[in-house]
């Protein structure tokens, strides 16, 4: 099973269409929506802590578009914020990207593929966790 996992601009790009990566994000989700249909498991998840620091209010008439594409909200619970704050801490990463390895860290999936502006700061975070980073 393949995992993506959505940032901070990704998710910023993918609900804003002026966005200049909006085409990029589209393009790479939309490979996602064909390898579903082909075949693997594909789980597209964005961590909730990205998607409020990227200001996506789901509840927002604007959000439908991207709403439809099946892109799953991954709470910050409980064991997930105490590993979050320890990667913040070890890497000085953003909150929002400390959840985003917290999350990472926690897949069983053996394919982890990461939509980021920012791939070094990614890579630290999900470490010691193998993901591939795509810049957007």
Partial sequence: ??????????VQALVD????????VIAHLAGVVTRR???PAVDVVV???VRVEAG??????????????????????TQSANLAARIRIASGVSVADA??????????????????????DMERASA?????????
Avoid at 1 to 10: H, I, P, S, Y
Avoid at 104 to 116: F, G, N, Q
């Fill in 56 to 77: 996506w209010d789901r509840s927002e008439r604007s959000a439908a578009p991207a709403n439809r594409l099946r892109v799953r909200d991954e709470d910050l619970g």
């Fill in 17 to 24: 269409a002026d966005h200049p990566k909006h085409r990029a």
């Fill in 37 to 39: 249909r082909r075949g």
């Fill in 128 to 136: 010691p966790r193998r993901i591939t980073a795509v810049r957007i």
């Fill in 99 to 120: 959840h985003a390895g917290a999350l990472m860290r926690s897949l069983t999936s053996d394919d982890i593929v990461v939509l980021t502006s920012d791939p070094e």
């Fill in 47 to 49: 961590p909730t802590a």
């Fill in 1 to 10: 099973m393949r995992t993506v996992v959505l940032d901070n601009e990704a």
